[in-house]
DNA sequence: CACGATGTTCGACAATGCCGAACGCTCGGG
DNA sequence: CCCGAGCGTTCGGCATTGTCGAACATCGTG
């Protein structure tokens, strides 16, 4: 791969860097460093296309709103969300869970969907956000499916050759997530389809409800063939 | 306002005539009069970035994945819509319809919130889309009270002096919406908070039910009470 | 009230990223 | 089957462009 901009790449960084938080010049200077007027630069071209916008006030630099409608848009054209979307709310409505589906992105879980457990309330939408990757259903389908991950280790190997994943509390307590992978037409693994909720629900005896994963690996082979059309 | 970084600046262009579509290299130097050269060492820093990626088939561009991250971390810092979450709850809840909280941005509603009516599957997400500001409550609420905007007309200062909006099948048949506006601490209006839904429901006779009006000026003044906390 | 922190401006220097022509490649029509 | 038009990509010379560090104004604070 060939050279690449310095001050796209430092842009990009300083954007990576206030994901989520407020920073100031000084504080990026510190974080990267680079020279506050430099910084400056960069900092002002940000705000004038929108990607960043300065408290008025404390005279901190937080993500703009452009970026918002510019990340909505990345879903528009992503294939494996499209079409998702049905067989996603099909498979609330058989197991009254809610859905997600997730990308490995980074070394952790890209949530690209999220369908809310039907007849609840006061639930925050994720999509956008990064699921740790070893201790969600969705994660570990996807790293045994990873060909960057070398021998994932015997769980992973059982995810791969079960063609399903759980995770049991390991996340948050007392909640439970299966999932299943989705495969593009040449067989790779390109997401994971999954649902999540209360541990007395999805489990019986300790042992995971069956009836749950055959919904679960059901929609995920329905996406797959969606996907070979 | 001084100067700014050409390549960054050309970079967010590219971002945002990507938004929603592939586009390849030829295409985008002719949008953009850019010798073909150049786009691609953008591009090629941009993909590097995870800003962009790049179909393997067709060799053509698209937005890429940490660009949805990046959009959903702005709204972890977003005050409004922090403060809006439990609200549009309520909201919701009360009137059985759909919540939509919006700002003014670029000419157009940029949709920061949407809680899907209860009891209602197969609506698509609308965070971070964007929404005409002429043939929406919401966007009439926030033209009304837009600095930038000189007088608005008949209907804007109607809109202005009693206090909410409302639009009767103006962007799609057989779907009313009503809309108040959020201020901050200062007075100044920082967005919109309304109801969206079908005309038998939220109008008698022709005419908008009161009810509703009152269920969203309530939860409007509920929020602009919590912003001044 | 002075100090240290902040965000901001500025100008000189040269490194940086721009440009345009040329390169392989893949299609599709003749 | 070949040719040409379109594509994405590479490359090196030139000068434009962005970098840098010191100096500035401003704020809050000990």
């Known amino acids: 791969m060939g050279e690449t901009i310095q001050s796209v790449e430092r842009a990009a960084a300083i954007l990576r860097l206030l994901a989520g938080r407020r920073l100031g010049v000084a504080e990026l200077a510190r974080a990267t460093a ?10 002002r071209t940000l705000v004038h296309v929108g990607f960043v916008e300065q408290d008025a006030a404390t005279g901190k630099y937080r993500l703009g709103a452009t970026l918002l409608h510019l990340g909505s848009s990345y ?22 869970e809610s859905v997600w589906i997730g990308t490995l992105h980074e070394g952790q879980v890209l949530v690209i969907h999220h369908v809310f ?5 006061m639930q925050i939408l994720q999509v ?5 990757a070893r201790t969600t259903a969705l994660g570990k389908v996807l790293l045994a499916h990873d060909p960057y991950e070398e021998s994932g280790g015997d769980e992973l190997d059982l995810v791969r050759s079960r063609g399903w994943a759980a995770d049991l509390e390991e996340l948050e307590e007392g909640e439970v997530s299966l999932a299943a992978p989705i495969k593009d037409p040449s067989g790779v693994v390109v997401g994971a389809i999954g649902i999540r ?13 069956m009836r ?18």
């Not at 680079?34 to 900092?43: A, D, S, V, Y």
């Not at 909720?197 to 409800?209: F, S």
């Open 197 to 209: 909720g209360a541990l007395e629900r999805l489990t019986r005896d300790g042992e995971v409800d």
């Open 34 to 43: 680079l020279p506050k007027g430099t910084l400056h630069g960069i900092l």
């Open 117 to 121: 457990r039907p007849d609840d309330s």
């Open 75 to 96: 879903l528009d054209v992503n294939e494996l969300r499209a079409r998702s979307l049905n067989w996603a709310d099909g498979l609330a409505g058989r197991s009254r």
């Open 212 to 229: 749950y994963v055959s919904y679960v690996r059901e929609a995920a082979r329905a996406i797959t063939r969606d996907l070979a059309r």
């Open 128 to 132: 956008g956000a990064y699921l740790p």
